[in-house]
């Protein structure tokens, strides 16, 4: 049997020279931001019945039936 490495073990080796380490960890704190958004009912909250047919959505309308 060859005492060398195997091809299994060269492709070990390599991937555990790339990826042999996890990154650092990251905290919780560390991806959440906390972003004080405007009270509902501004501008854009408001509903408009005039304008709401432009957001209606229907296959036979969109295929043209």
């Given at each position: 049997m060859n005492k060398g490495l195997s091809a299994e073990d060269a492709e070990a080796a390599v991937r555990h020279a790339r990826f042999g380490r996890l990154p650092e960890r990251i905290r919780v704190e560390d991806m959440t931001e906390a972003v004080e958004a405007a009270p509902a009912g501004g501008?854009?909250?408001?509903?408009?019945?005039?304008?709401?047919?432009?957001?209606?959505?229907?296959?036979?309308?969109?295929?043209?039936?």
């Open positions: 501008a854009n909250g408001s509903y408009n019945p005039e304008g709401s047919w432009k957001y209606y959505s229907c296959l036979v309308l969109d295929l043209g039936l």
